[in-house]
């Protein structure tokens, strides 16, 4: 049996450093994104790879941002009057997803950490001040989420879309309207984002709340004396039997 030196076994142990070393680098720089993820890959201030599910060495001064390429869903909530000066408020949801990422990595913020918002319209209820409802304030946002920026946004965008249409519509309009609503605001939320790269999948009203107590009392009213008129005629007609 061949003994080996201690040459041979320090060339067998510094073959075997190498592989590990070799094995570590390339899980360290071999980056790899899932299907359901955008990557763009920079290098010295070029785009190196950029797409879906991508895989690429990404070198020590490489940097690369993944995001999300799946459905989102975010909530809105707005406040505003109809033509008839009645309160009105509409609160729902909206569902988009990045429909073309070359666009969107160009047109969006992906890395920014906060937003300057207005306060939410629950606050802003309570509030009589002029300067108070229309304080800014900064938003903090999560630094692991690149599209909480533009969640925010397109919060924003839905809400002001939402109270043009209250402002050009009836009270009777908006409750009794709503798909019509949904397609305008679709229509518009989609010509402004679709340069963006960004696809508006659906919109849905949650609630729309007539904000006058009173008012509503009314509408319930109405409807209320509609039944007992159907059903005193409809009685009427039986005992005639």
């Known amino acids: 049996m061949e003994i080996m030196t201690p040459f041979v076994v320090s060339i067998f142990a510094a073959a075997a450093a190498m592989v590990g070393f070799a094995g570590l680098a390339f899980k360290r720089f071999y980056i790899t994104v899932d299907p359901d993820e955008f990557v763009v890959h920079y290098r010295n201030g070029k785009v190196m790879h950029i797409g879906r599910g991508r895989s690429f060495f990404c070198l020590p001064f490489d940097t690369y941002l993944k995001v999300p390429g799946t459905m989102r869903d975010i909530n809105f909530c707005a406040d ?32 920014s950490h906060s937003v300057r918002v207005l306060p939410p319209c629950e606050e802003n209820a309570k509030k009589t001040d002029y300067n108070e409802k229309n304080a800014v304030r900064v938003l903090a946002l999560d630094a692991r989420d690149p599209l909480a920026k533009t969640d925010v946004i397109l919060r924003q965008l839905a809400e002001s879309v939402v109270r043009h249409e209250v402002s050009n519509k009836t009270l009777h309009q908006m409750i009794t309207e709503r798909e019509k609503v949904r397609e305008s605001m679709k229509k ?54």
Do not use: C, M, P
Not at 82 to 109: C, M, N, P, S
Not at 207 to 222: H, T, Y
Not at 223 to 236: F, G, I, P, V, W
């Open 80 to 111: 505003q009057i109809t033509i008839e000066t009645q309160g009105v408020r509409v609160q729902g949801f909206l569902a988009y997803k990045i429909e073309d990422f070359d666009r969107a990595y160009q047109a969006l913020d992906f890395k």
């Open 188 to 241: 518009q939320l989609t010509e402004t984002v679709e340069s963006w790269g960004i696809s508006i999948d659906t919109i849905e009203f949650t609630e729309v709340w007539v904000r006058s107590k009173e008012v509503f009392e009314n509408l319930q009213a109405g409807y209320r004396n509609q039944l007992k008129y159907e059903a005193e005629t409809s009685t009427h007609e039986t005992a005639q039997l």
